[in-house]
């Protein structure tokens, strides 16, 4: 929504002078490569994903067409193999949005929201191309606040709800989502557990965590990345090579809070969290 919304305000008209082809896997990584191999098939004059698994599986089978290629919302920097980020070579270039790295960010909300914090229930995917670095970020943030990570792995949609039920029967102090497509894509499966269990919740994703049913969000706004990524996708498509244009990387963070939910599961929100909030949700 982002991105088209920002090639909208460039002036492009979907119809008139820009056409969208879009596959969406939605978390599958077996599709994500299939789809990728159909996209280059169809010789778009531009690829662009949003993903660290889509951007990944692209490259990969985009090596021997070299279209021109942009990505958006990449978490894993490691992953593009991209040395000079201001001339990044070659036919690819886009926005990097880290949410793994403001893991140990969420983790000091959490504390501060409950000072006797003992124990943090972390949903993640094993699968996931940044799985060790999530690993070691979350592992070291906690041992600096004197907590315990308890991790709970889903790989698929199925594997979702027996998960929760570990998080209900372990009744850990608070809970904690990472950037996956399969957490984020099923908080329909989370959220409303952790709130029948009244355990207090924080997300990474800014259009879904609050209005999803978490008590906290603090991370990247997808949305605003998009329409970073778009004014690359302009460039691109006005004839500019995406080797020559330097890599960016989204910084602008949002934090909400639903102080509602809170109150319904007996959190008290201290005074410096909601004044540092960029939204508090009160109903």
């Known amino acids: 929504d982002g991105l088209k919304a920002g090639l909208k305000e460039l002036g492009y008209t979907e119809g008139v002078n820009i056409n969208y082809e879009i596959f969406n896997p939605k978390g599958d990584r077996d599709l994500t490569k299939t789809m990728a191999q159909e996209m280059i098939a169809k010789k778009p ?54 949410n793994v790295a403001t893991a140990p960010k969420r983790m000091e909300i959490l504390k501060e929201l409950l000072p006797n914090l003992k124990t943090v229930g972390v949903l993640v995917n094993d699968k996931h191309i940044s799985y060790n670095d999530m690993l070691k970020t979350h592992e070291d943030a906690a041992k600096k606040l004197g907590i315990k990570v308890l991790w709970y792995k889903v790989t698929k949609k199925e594997e979702v709800s027996p998960a929760m039920a570990r998080i209900v029967k372990d009744k850990p102090d608070a809970v904690m989502t990472t950037s996956e497509a399969v957490i984020s894509g099923n908080s329909d499966l989370i959220a409303p557990v952790l709130k029948k269990a009244k355990i207090p919740s924080i997300d990474f994703n800014v259009e879904r965590g609050v209005k999803s049913g978490y008590m906290i969000v603090y991370g990247i706004s997808r949305y605003n990345v998009g329409l970073q990524g778009a004014r690359i996708v302009d460039k691109v498509l006005k004839g500019e090579k995406p080797g020559e244009i330097p890599v960016e990387f989204a910084s602008l963070l949002t934090f909400e809070i639903n102080a509602s939910l809170a109150k319904e599961i007996g959190v008290k929100i201290p005074d410096s969290l909601l004044l540092r909030a960029n939204k508090v949700y009160n109903q």
Not at 57 to 86: H, M, S, T, Y
């Open 45 to 98: 004059d531009l690829l662009v994903t949003l993903s660290t698994t889509a951007m990944s599986a692209v490259r990969d089978a985009n090596k021997d067409a070299q279209r021109p290629f942009v990505f958006v919302d990449v978490g894993n920097f490691k992953e593009l193999g991209i040395e000079n980020i201001q001339r990044p070579g070659g036919f690819m270039t886009g926005v990097v949005a880290d």
